[in-house]
């Protein structure tokens, strides 16, 4: 649908200048932020699942950390508790522990 794709366009270039304006920041305004990205994930100018490919990196890096760090309490080992999760969990006493830090 080629129509379909320009008329998106002309949204976004509409939007843009309004979020320009500071529009997007007034009351009821925040539509237009929404709409804005709505539209440019339809267009795949940004990408709709970019904590996907961030889990894939953490779970490899979760999985350094288990292995080289037992459980402070009862030297128990740790297990991340869930795909993408920062945090690991004792497999004997069920503690948590945060082994990564957010990149900023
Ligand atoms: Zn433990």
Same mark, same amino acid.
């Not at 320009?6 to 304006?21: E, N, P």
């Not at 904590?51 to 292995?67: D, F, G, H, L, T």
């Not at 402070?72 to 503690?95: I, Y």
């Given at each position: ?30 539509? %237009? ?5 709505? %539209? ?5 100018? %940004? ?10 990196? %953490?779970?490899?890096?979760? /999985? ?6 037992? $459980?402070?309490? $009862? ?12 945090? /690991?969990?004792?497999?004997? $006493? ?8 957010? /990149?900023?």
């Amino acid at each position: 649908m080629e129509d379909n794709k320009a008329f998106h366009h002309r949204q976004l270039v509409k939007l843009g200048d309004m979020m320009g304006d500071g529009l997007h920041l007034e009351p009821g305004g925040k539509w %237009i932020s929404q709409e804005y990205k709505k %539209i440019a994930q339809a267009l795949g100018l %940004i990408p709709k699942r970019k904590r996907a490919n961030n889990s894939k990196a %953490i779970n490899e890096r979760m /999985a350094e950390r288990v292995k080289e760090t037992p $459980c402070t309490f $009862c030297k128990g080992e740790l297990k991340q508790t869930r795909s993408g999760s920062m945090r /690991a969990r004792c497999v004997e $006493c069920g503690k948590l522990f945060g082994l990564l830090k957010r /990149a900023k």
